[in-house]
């Protein structure tokens, strides 16, 4: 595990942004793992960027994200199938029907989890993985827990989780109180896995965590078990 400690949230984004453009430029149908929140939008508008410089051609680019909301559908602008479209997907050349985001409406969610590992079994895996870490430790929606779910589940968010994603939503109270996520186990098999991190208090845990054990109550701790994983972080 690579740990980079950079001066700024820029520094963090041009970092992040240059080593997908890298993946990009090396596997032009490479399957992009992406993630949502705060962290990786300056991520998301440098990739646009060097897309509308003629730098970079999503044309063959497949991506999976890691979670969405139950009971969102992707019109609703707090959904994370919403947030992709309007950072990414809408302003470079990737085809939608490559572009793959938990359903949070499925009738069935248990077979939509299992449809979205075998659907990235099918797609050959994932060659690079971005992620954000919650105030938690969790990765996608990867709670705390006494153990780590390896496949697509349905997740409770615990009480942390809805207070610190409230900030994007008219009220606490409309925070979705259960998510899909992407298990560790799929997180885990990515190739290459990228984490982006921004802010004293998340500086102090990446530090904190990634010194210790690893222990499904900080569910990125199992990133130290990974054979390629990059951590860009900053304190400011
Ligand atoms: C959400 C997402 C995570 C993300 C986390 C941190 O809970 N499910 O994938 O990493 O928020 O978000 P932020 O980058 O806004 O701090």
Same mark, same amino acid.
């Given at each position: 595990m690579r740990l980079i400690r950079v001066n700024n949230y820029e520094e963090v984004s041009e970092r992040a942004a240059m080593m997908i453009a890298a993946q990009i430029q090396l596997k032009p149908d490479a399957v992009l793992g992406l993630a949502t929140g705060s962290s990786p939008v300056g991520t998301y508008q440098r990739l646009v960027a060097w897309h509308r410089a003629g730098k970079l051609d999503f044309s063959q680019i497949k991506t999976v994200n890691l979670d969405e909301y139950v009971g969102l559908d992707g019109t609703d602008p707090q959904s994370y199938r919403y947030f992709m479209e309007d950072n990414l997907f809408s302003h470079v050349n990737i085809a939608k029907e490559n572009t793959f985001v938990p359903n949070g409406k499925a009738d069935d969610p248990a077979a939509e989890c299992a449809w979205y590992d075998a659907n990235m079994e099918r797609l050959g895996g994932v060659d690079l993985q971005l992620l954000g870490i919650g105030n938690n430790g969790h990765i996608g929606f990867n709670e705390p827990a006494d153990f780590f779910t390896v496949e697509t589940h349905l997740v409770d968010l615990k009480e942390s989780t809805i207070q610190a994603n409230?900030? #994007? #939503?008219?009220? $606490? &109270? &409309?925070? $979705?109180r259960q998510a899909v996520t992407m298990g560790t186990g799929g997180i885990m098999k990515a190739a290459k896995v990228l984490l982006i991190a921004a802010g004293k208090e998340k500086a102090e845990l990446i530090e904190r965590a990634f010194a210790g054990q690893v222990t499904p109550q900080i569910p990125a701790t199992i990133l130290k078990l990974h054979a390629d994983c990059t951590v860009i972080y900053c304190g400011d």
């Open positions: 409230a900030r #994007f #939503f008219d009220s $606490p &109270d &409309d925070v $979705p």
